[in-house]
């Protein structure tokens, strides 16, 4: 299949000659060559988003002429506009080709959704045509394509600038890899899998999951890429007004540390002491709490909502907690009872006396039920399960 060149390696200045062997003269999946900015070229974004991408080349009639087509504010706005209409973000490039400026318009492939017209037509490219699917071929596209994740999207606009080095660096010592400079974040970003080798038509393949892991504001380029937290006073039923607020946005790892500072600092520790050892305990288990967050969030990516996770009130924490305390490794708890304990005092072989070795009902707002115990009050619960490897971000 005829490739095109990525954008990144086209000189913005070519001779008609090198401009041909660059090009070529035949349309294909991932080319169009355009006399202007004309109305179809809805279907010809849609139609590439949908195939494997390309470049769309203004100033070329259709006899192979290159008659010009400056990339002025009034083309800019139009492609853009006719783009967005699709859903779709392009990266423009001028390009000089002897005396006349031509526009060249990269198409990224959308994989994770569906990308249609404005009119609802669902397209694909074939060859240099975009044609429409139809029936069983439509219903097998769309299936396939709702299996693929949100966050194995590829961003249309890259920029290495914005990523945090220092969380690229720290994601690398976790995976056993060297630090890199600023010149290698995009090998390492491949190396961490957030980024697709380079193909074309775009300058990198890197994911939108890189911008949410390790882009400073990742906000600027995923739309709500933040987490929203809230502390409401009051008593249930129905919330009360809010107290404290606060929003978290970066590098993922530093949006996690700052959702778990302000918990804390929202919440009441506990002290217990064992012999001479006294120890302190947070209201909420940070490994709890971590779980919770990260789960949230990759749901929201998946599903491609990418809005702000707004975590319940904390009030309501403790029932969300008692849901997910047996994902708990042994050694974040004290133990808890086994299958076939007993209260003390009774014999092996009898039953306990109605109401023997029962604990009262746990209070909500109170977390220390969630500590030495499992399942329903009294009863051994469900097997504990661990968690057997930790979690890099």
């Known amino acids: 299949m005829a490739r095109v060149p990525r954008i990144a390696d086209i000189p913005q200045q070519l001779s008609p000659k090198a401009f041909w062997d660059l090009f070529g003269r035949l349309e294909h999946a991932e080319l169009d060559f355009k006399r202007g900015v004309p109305a179809d070229i809805r279907d010809t974004i849609a139609a590439m988003a949908m195939t ?23 083309t800019q706005d139009r492609i853009t506009r006719i783009a967005t209409e699709c859903g779709v973000d392009v990266q423009l490039l001028a390009l000089t080709v002897g005396d006349l400026e031509l526009t060249v318009c990269a198409v ?13 037509r669902l397209l694909r490219r074939v060859g240099g045509d975009s044609q429409p699917l139809r029936g069983d ?19 249309a ?30 090998r390492a970003l491949t190396d ?26 990742p906000r600027k380029s995923v739309c709500g890429a933040a987490v929203q937290l809230m502390r409401r006073a009051g008593v249930d039923p129905g919330p009360g007004p809010s107290s404290a607020r606060e929003e978290c946005a970066g590098p993922l790892a530093d949006t996690m540390d700052c959702c778990l500072r302000f918990v804390a600092a929202h919440t009441r520790q506990f002290e217990t ?43 309501m924490l403790p029932a969300i907690l008692r849901m997910i305390v047996p994902a708990i490794s042994d050694e974040s708890r004290a133990a808890a009872p086994t299958a076939g304990s007993r209260p003390p005092g009774v014999p092996p072989g009898r039953r306990a006396r109605r109401g023997t070795g029962r604990a ?28 057997t490897s930790p979690m890099h971000y």
């Open 108 to 120: 990224p492939e959308i994989r994770g959704r569906i990308v249609t017209t404005p009119d609802g």
């Open 192 to 217: 961490l899998g957030v980024a697709v080798p380079a193909a074309p038509p775009l300058k990198s393949r890197v994911l939108r999951a890189a911008q949410v892991l390790f882009a400073s504001d």
């Open 360 to 387: 009262p009902d746990p209070d909500p707002d109170n977390p220390s039920h969630l500590v030495n115990r499992r399942g329903r009050p009294g009863h051994p619960g469900p097997p504990r399960r661990s968690i």
């Open 52 to 74: 494997h991408g390309g470049l769309i080349v203004h100033g070329v009639d259709d006899r192979r002429v290159i008659v010009g087509c400056p990339l002025s504010q009034n």
């Open 273 to 315: 002491v064992t012999g001479s050892r006294r120890e302190a305990l947070s209201e909420y288990p940070e490994l709890v709490l971590r779980e919770a967050i990260v789960n949230a969030l990759a749901h929201r990516v998946r599903r491609q909502l990418l809005l702000p996770v707004v975590l319940p009130q904390l009030r």
């Open 137 to 155: 071929a439509m219903a097998r596209f769309v299936r396939d394509r709702e299996h693929r994740a949100g966050e194995d999207e590829p961003l």
């Open 157 to 186: 606009i890259v920029d290495l600038l914005a990523f945090d080095l220092a969380a690229v660096n720290q994601a690398l010592a976790a995976d056993g890899r060297p630090a890199v400079t600023a010149d290698g974040i995009e």
